[in-house]
Structure formats: C-alpha cells, structure tokens
C-alpha cells in the first residue's frame, strides 16, 4: 500500500513538472504577470528544481573529479621523473664539487712545497684482499714517476710507489704491515721507526726515555732518502710498554683517511 502511494506521489510531481515545463514554454515570449496557478506551481515545485539542480551538479562534480583524478596521475608520473632526475643531477654535482675541493687541497699543497716536483694521479684499482694497502695510480714512467717516489695527500703522507710501468704505477701505503717509516716527533724531536698494522691503525717504536704523549704528531725524518722531511704521519693515540721489550710501542693514527682516497699527489726527481 505504501508503495502505491508512493508511486501515486511521484506521479503527481512528474505531472507537474511536465505541466509548469509547458506553461514556461508557452510563456517564453514574455508577460508582465502569470497566472495565480503558475505561480502556486512554480512555488511548489521549488523544492524540486532545487533536488534536480544539486543532482545535476553532483553528477558534474563527480566527473570532474574522475578526470581531475586522471590529470594529477599523469602530473604525478611526470613529478616522479622530474624528481629522479634532479637527484641525478645532485649526486653528479657533489661528485663534481667533492673532486674540486680535493684536487684543489693539492694545488695548494704543491704552491706550499715549491722546493719539490709533482704530479697529481687518480687511483684507478685498488688490490680486493688489502684494500687501500696496496693500489694503482694512472701515472708512470712516461711522465717521470720513479720507484720509491713519495706518495701523499694534503693530509699527510700515503706510501710509496713499488713498481712502475709507462702509464701506471703501483704504490704500497703506509698502513700495510710491509711499509716501514722514519718518523720524527714535532713537539719532542724523538726518532721513531713506524711500521704498518694489521688494524686500522700504525705501530710504532721508540727508545725508553722516548718523551712522547697522546697527542704528538708524528712527521717523516727525511731519513732514508724516500720520503721527504716533515710530512705529517699521524697523530700518537698511545704510548705503552711491552713486557720483554727494550722499546716502547706506540699507536699512531694515520692522518689520512685511507677509504676516503681518489687522488694522489706523487714527488718526482727535479
């Protein structure tokens, strides 16, 4: 029963709008006032016109919103490339700016120095089982690197080249157990034979009444021939005594970071 009535209803409201549409289409020439009726329809079909109006403007906002929807995806998508790209782009820049900052590190190492000459190399391969203990430069003999020839960075001192071929050559660092060093200390002047470690760090030996303290720093002698005087080695982590031993071991830090390595400076013969 309630259904009929409500079937009956909607009828009568599609009745009426059918009936107010033809009046409106009759009336389209214009008339200064309408009829009592048409206004009492136009009154109650207010509530109609406004259910029909939102309907209408649902349904366009609901499409609009699909194709908004569709049009930010690809706005998205393009985002996204544009993102990876700039990331592209500022990993090349650091590449860029870090490989200046070092390189001119160098230049200026080698202005403060003038007494020597050099050449500046890249490290091209490194040796997989010792790591920067042993590893290739892009220079040789064709442009007058020398076995023995000293081996550096504006930090401090790196090794020593052990084989040379024409456009490559081999260095041998300091932190390989097979280095040994002539070292000095800056602040005591007490001599200091330093050899490379298995850890990440040197190991030195000095005379009992050896002065030295955490802290000191430790320069090349210039003993030996190899490595010219006062380049910086490291700094004295600790000095301890060995039972059995005469001398007094100590640890050293080496002042280069050896994983951080990219060029070298290599010293040649004037």
Not at 91 to 105: D, G, Q
Not at 120 to 129: F, L, N, R, Y
Not at 189 to 216: C, H, M, N, W
Request: glycine fraction near 8%.
């Amino acid at each position: 029963m309630n259904w009929i009535k409500k079937h009956r209803f909607g009828m009568i409201v599609a009745l009426i709008t059918i009936i107010l549409i033809s009046l409106i289409s009759f009336t389209s020439q214009g008339r200064e006032k309408v009829s009592s009726i048409e206004g009492l329809i136009s009154k109650a079909m207010v509530p109609v016109q406004k259910t029909i109006f939102t309907g209408s403007q649902y349904v366009k906002n609901f499409f609009s919103s699909i194709i908004e929807i569709g049009t930010l995806k690809e706005t998205n998508k393009v985002l996204k490339e544009e993102i990876k790209i700039l990331k592209q782009q500022q990993v090349e820049f650091e590449a860029i700016k870090n490989e200046n900052e070092r390189l001119i590190k160098l230049l200026n190492y080698q202005k403060s120095n003038p007494q020597y000459d050099y050449s500046i190399a890249k490290i091209v391969s490194i040796d997989p089982e010792v790591w920067f203990n042993v590893f290739i430069i892009d220079k040789g003999s064709q442009d007058g690197i020398t076995k023995n020839s000293a081996v550096c960075v504006s930090e401090g001192l790196v090794g020593k080249v052990v084989e040379v071929a024409s456009g490559t050559s081999k260095v041998l660092a300091i932190t390989d157990t097979g280095s040994m060093i002539n070292g000095v200390s800056s602040r005591t002047g007490d001599y200091i034979r330093i050899q490379g470690s298995t850890g990440s760090t040197l190991e030195g030996f000095v005379v009992p009444e050896a002065k030295l303290i955490p802290g000191d720093i430790i320069v090349t002698s210039g003993l030996g021939g190899i490595y010219p005087e006062n380049i910086i080695i490291g700094e004295v982590e600790e000095v301890k005594k060995k039972v059995g031993m005469l001398e007094k071991t100590v640890v050293i830090n080496p002042a280069v970071d050896f994983h951080q390595l990219k060029e070298v400076i290599v010293f040649k013969k004037k």
